[in-house]
């Protein structure tokens, strides 16, 4: 079974960068389309955003309008590994982020099958 492991979350100043990553084992990353959601602080579970999708066949990337032009989302499947490169950090983007994964193409949020447990992004000066 697909599991999946997010890391490179910290405490950064406003206008900082920092870049997480999505680790998968127990199945190969390259079947699965990748999103990255978050979770601000004070918002529920159902209130989670979707931040951005990689697309397993193409490589096909969306993005919320809050982050376009500052995230970028890219894999490597050599190293079963998604990345979600953040540049500009605002005190807006503090949340809880995970990437979750579906079977080949990108969809909404409640069809993703697998989740990974959160990594924390703070952006405070």
């Known amino acids: 079974q697909l599991q999946l492991v997010e890391s490179g979350g910290g405490v950064v100043r406003p206008g900082g960068s920092l870049r997480l990553s999505c680790t998968a084992s127990?199945?190969?990353?390259?079947?699965?389309?990748i999103g990255w959601f978050r979770q601000a602080p004070g918002k529920a579970r159902e209130e989670r955003e979707g931040v951005s999708c990689i697309s397993s066949i193409h490589g096909t990337t969306t993005y919320a309008d809050s982050v376009k032009g500052r995230f970028t989302i890219s894999r490597d499947n050599a190293k079963n590994t998604v990345y979600l490169q953040m540049n500009n950090l605002t005190p807006e983007d503090t949340a809880v982020y995970y990437c979750?994964?579906?079977?080949?193409?990108?969809?909404?949020?409640?069809?993703?099958?697998?989740w990974g447990q959160g990594t924390q992004v703070t952006v405070s000066s």
């Open positions: 979750a994964a579906l079977s080949r193409y990108c969809g909404a949020e409640y069809e993703y099958d697998y």
């Open positions: 127990g199945s190969t990353l390259s079947y699965y389309a």
